[in-house]
C-alpha cells in the first residue's frame, strides 16, 4: 500500500534558526496535506498542496510540492518558540480516494 | 463552534473490560474516522465511515468495532482490550471524505490498558 515517509523524526534548533521536514511517497499523490500538532494537543490542518511544483506560504512557513507529486516540505524561516509542536504531512493517493496516509511526523523543539 | 467532540479525555481500564469511547460532530460530516497515535508511529488509521451505515477498515482495524447509526456520531467500541492498545486515540471528520478535504481532529482520547 501507500506509504509516506517524513524525516527528521525529530529537530531541535536553537530559536531564530530555520527548520525543514521533508516528505515521501512511494506512489503519486493527488494532493497533500500538512498538520501541526502542538503538545497535548491534536492535529490541525495547516495547508493543501495539489498542483505540481505548487509553493504556498503562510509567513513564516513556506510548504512545497515536488513536481513529481511524490514528495514536499515545510520550512520555518527564523522559528520562535510558538512553533513547538508535531508536524505532519499526509497525501491522498488519487482523486476520489478515502485513504488519507499520514507520514510519522516530525517533532519540532526550539530551544530559546 | 464547529467542533469535534471526543469522551472520554482519559481513560484506564483492566484487560478485557469492554469500553466505548465515543466521538461526535456538529458540522454535518458524512466521513468520520478513527486514528490511534503511538510514539514513532504517527498516525494509523483504524476504521472510516463515508455515511450512516457505511464503515471500512482502515490499516490497525483489529481488536476495534465501530458503528455509525447517526450522521453525527462514532462511536469505538473495545469488546476485549488488551495493553497493546493503550494508545492516544483521534477521531476525525470531514465533510465527505473524498480528496481535497481537510480533517478536522476531536481533542483526543488517551486510554491506558492495565
Known amino acids: 500500500g501507500q506509504q509516506v515517509m517524513q524525516i527528521p523524526q525529530y529537530q531541535h534548533v536553537q530559536e531564530g534558526e530555520d527548520f525543514t521536514t521533508y516528505c515521501n511517497s512511494s506512489t503519486t499523490l493527488s494532493n497533500i496535506q500538512w498538520y501541526k500538532q502542538r503538545p497535548g494537543g491534536h492535529p490541525v490542518f495547516l495547508i493543501q498542496l495539489v498542483k505540481s511544483g505548487e509553493v504556498k506560504k503562510q509567513k513564516r512557513l513556506t510548504f512545497q510540492f515536488g513536481e513529481a507529486k511524490k514528495n514536499s516540505s515545510l520550512h520555518i524561516t527564523a522559528t520562535q518558540t510558538t512553533d513547538v509542536g508535531t508536524y505532519f504531512c499526509a497525501g491522498y493517493s488519487g482523486a476520489g480516494s478515502y485513504q488519507l496516509t499520514f507520514g510519522k511526523g516530525t517533532k519540532l523543539s526550539v530551544i530559546p | 463552534e464547529a467542533q469535534v467532540t471526543q469522551n472520554p479525555r482519559y481513560l484506564i481500564t483492566v484487560t478485557g473490560k469492554k469500553l466505548t469511547v465515543t466521538c461526535s460532530q456538529n458540522m454535518n460530516h458524512e466521513y468520520m474516522s478513527w486514528y490511534r497515535q503511538d510514539p514513532g508511529l504517527g498516525l494509523r488509521q483504524i476504521y472510516y465511515?463515508?455515511?450512516?451505515?457505511?464503515?471500512d477498515k482502515g490499516d490497525v482495524p483489529e481488536g476495534y468495532k465501530v458503528s455509525r447509526k447517526e450522521k453525527r456520531n462514532f462511536p469505538l467500541i473495545l469488546e476485549s482490550p488488551s495493553p497493546n492498545q493503550t494508545s492516544l486515540y483521534f477521531c476525525a471528520s470531514s465533510l465527505s471524505g473524498t480528496w481535497g478535504e481537510k480533517l478536522f481532529f476531536g481533542s483526543g482520547t488517551q486510554l491506558s490498558v492495565l
Open positions: 465511515s463515508m455515511n450512516v451505515e457505511v464503515t
